[in-house]
């Protein structure tokens, strides 16, 4: 029987540690993870002690971006069958960016694609010093649509032209340059600093940590729901680039270990 993809726990001071659990791929998401982060949600939701969500990866990886196996398997599927998918993409990061409690993501070893836009929804990222990011879509002929606006506010737009466009891979000390990751540690040291986060958390009033992150996220480009006009645009564009011919050969192209054959676009 598989792993469970997403496990979550809840001590007695009201922390609750989420872990994703596919370590056997570094993470990658699938319809299975996507599935497991919204349980977890809905699960602690219903917590009324909740007070910090700690937020993890199992293994020598934070998380790999989406599984391009299963990206390859749901293609072919139905433009609405399409839309499921990236609907339920996006209703997972919200539901994080979204959580009236704080969130604090520890990172080592790779964060790309969709991991990249999963930290940036938390409220505090802390990265080991062997942590490696990429916004990845790209390489593959496939936009970053669902997570644009929350890289757009951790990031700032100029940075986000760069490395959204250049899918190239930086360390942990450029991610906390581009404000990408708040602090970074050596490896051994990354759940101690996880912890004293928490307790900062902790010493704090619920309400009044629930209200500031109310505000804060009413300027932000993320802080947009699922009622919102650009949310369909955003979901509908995500589905619709993954059935294109450039993203057949994209992930031809990593399939079969080799560059990518492209057709410029004409001007």
Request: charged residues 20%.
């Amino acid at each position: 029987m598989p792993a469970n993809p997403v496990l979550w726990s809840l001590d007695q001071r009201g922390v609750a540690t989420v872990t994703l659990n596919r370590p056997e791929v570094n993470n990658a998401y699938d319809a299975g993870l996507i599935d497991g982060v919204l349980s977890a949600m809905d699960e602690l939701g219903r917590k009324p002690l909740l007070r910090v969500v700690v937020l993890k990866g199992n293994g020598k990886h934070f998380q790999a971006g989406a599984d391009l196996k299963w990206i390859n398997a749901v293609r072919p599927q139905s433009p609405a069958e399409n839309e499921a998918v990236s609907q339920a993409t996006f209703e997972a990061v919200q539901r994080l960016n979204r959580l009236p409690v704080p969130t604090v993501a520890l990172v080592q070893g790779g964060c790309f694609g969709g991991g990249t836009g999963v930290i940036s929804a938390c409220d505090v990222v802390v990265a080991a010093d062997n942590a490696i990011f990429s916004i990845t879509e790209v390489r593959w002929g496939l936009t970053a649509a669902i997570i644009i606006p929350q890289l757009c506010d951790a990031i700032g737009v100029r940075q986000v032209r760069r490395y959204a466009l250049t899918g190239e891979r930086f360390g942990a000390h450029d991610a906390r340059r581009i404000g990408l990751v708040h602090e970074v540690v050596p490896l051994a040291d990354l759940e101690i600093a996880g912890a004293k986060i928490v307790e900062q958390l902790l010493a704090n009033g619920p309400e009044a940590l629930a209200e500031t992150k109310a505000l804060a996220m009413e300027s932000s480009f993320g802080g947009m729901s699922v009622e919102d006009d650009a949310y369909t645009r955003l979901v509908r564009m995500h589905a619709a680039k993954r059935q294109t011919f450039e993203a057949s050969e994209g992930l031809a192209s990593f399939a079969e270990k080799r560059a990518a054959n492209w057709v410029a676009r004409k001007i």
